[in-house]
């Protein structure tokens, strides 16, 4: 069973930093689609952040410019810069991951297969 762990959740000014670390269990290298997830608190769907497809990285228009996905193999932790902050990034982020290829679209968090338990970020002036 694959465990993915997130942390580096907090409270954040708008125009503020946080980074995201999710640590797996399996290695990095296991996983084709290896993402970010957010979900607001008015319990709007689960949207996709960013992830990796293979050795891509795509972004979603929401993380554009502001956030930055990137990870490190060597210690199997996916990271997620969040930059300039907002107050509607607020929300529950999840780190995802699934190992078979798959054509659909990796924002579609139906094609994820292992979740984390999520960690909170709360930006508010």
């Known amino acids: 069973q694959v465990q993915l762990v997130e942390s580096g959740g907090g409270s954040e000014q708008p125009g503020g930093s946080l980074r995201l670390s999710c640590v797996s269990s399996?290695?990095?290298?296991?996983?084709?689609?290896f993402g970010w997830f957010r979900q607001a608190p008015s319990g709007k769907e689960r949207e996709a952040v960013a992830?990796?497809?293979?050795?891509?990285?795509v972004v979603a228009d929401v993380a554009k410019g502001r956030f930055t996905i990137s990870r490190d193999n060597s210690k199997n932790t996916l990271y997620l810069q969040m930059d300039s902050l907002k107050l509607e990034d607020t929300g529950m982020y999840y780190c995802?991951?699934?190992?078979?290829?798959?054509?659909?679209?990796?924002?579609?968090?139906?094609?994820?297969?292992?979740w984390g338990q999520g960690t909170q970020v709360t930006v508010s002036s």
């Open positions: 995802a991951a699934r190992m078979s290829a798959t054509r659909a679209s990796p924002f579609a968090p139906s094609w994820y297969n292992y």
């Open positions: 399996l290695s990095t290298d296991s996983f084709y689609l």
């Open positions: 992830t990796f497809r293979g050795d891509e990285t």
